[in-house]
């Protein structure tokens, strides 16, 4: 059985994809998104737009709950660059009508290899409460604007899977890890598989002690999902 561990409101498509392909899933979210409102020295930086070389965008959730911010501040440079971390992302950009670009590898160290190559001083990374890794990856100075929390699931039931002798988990973030680790019962004679989104995550799963772990070729939606099918 194949299980679908994104937050509700990022679990649609992958839900869509899993139920198009036929096989048995099940969706337990273990972490949700939770809306936060940004602390006054982020809205001083919307202020101070125009003197930033580009905006970018980690997330989807961080376009839902900061996109807004940047559309209606009177002090925003239309023509800034805008950077989105991921097609997901870019997406959810386009239905607000803002056009962006994306790295050649969908991940932080992609971001960092465009605000080099366009020669990027200052930027504005509008991402969840945790500092995001690009702070860790660039020279730039950058600013953060942090507009959303992801917090652990409360009264997870994973009763519908412990029975199962295979599960194939999709796992796209490090905090899912943890919360696995702490709520799915040990069984040996289950068989788990982890579809992993990228390759600090495959990392954190062998320090948890997971050894049967695919990196999906793409951290996106589509990629996990026809991971996940060739290992169920």
């Not at 501040?73 to 803002?98: M, Y």
């Amino acid at each position: 059985m194949i299980v679908n561990t994104r937050p509700k409101d990022l679990s649609q498509k992958t839900n869509t994809l899993l139920e198009s392909s036929g096989k048995k899933f099940i969706h337990i979210p273990l972490t949700k998104i939770i809306k936060i409102d940004p602390p006054l020295k982020a809205m001083q930086h919307i202020k101070n737009l125009k003197d930033y070389d580009a905006v970018i965008f980690t997330s989807q959730s961080a376009v839902r709950y900061g996109a807004k911010f940047f559309q209606e501040s009177p002090f925003s440079n239309k023509n800034i660059p805008i950077l989105a971390i991921g097609l997901a992302t870019q997406e959810a950009l386009g239905k607000l009508n803002l056009a962006s670009s994306i790295p050649s590898t969908f991940n932080s160290e992609g971001l960092a290899n465009v605000i080099e190559e366009m020669g990027y001083k200052k930027c504005l990374v509008f991402c969840g409460e945790k500092n995001p890794q690009i702070l860790t990856l660039t020279d730039a100075d950058i600013d953060t604007f942090p507009c959303y929390a992801s917090h652990d699931e409360k009264n997870i039931d994973v009763s519908k899977v412990q029975d199962k002798d295979k599960l194939v988990i999709l796992l796209y973030t490090h905090q899912s890890i943890r919360v696995l680790t702490k709520e799915l019962p040990v069984n040996e004679n289950q068989r788990i598989t982890l579809i992993v989104a990228s390759k600090r995550i495959e990392d954190l799963a062998m320090e948890c002690g997971f050894r049967d772990i695919v990196l999906a070729d793409s951290p996106h939606d589509i990629g996990m999902v026809e991971a996940a099918l060739k290992e169920d």
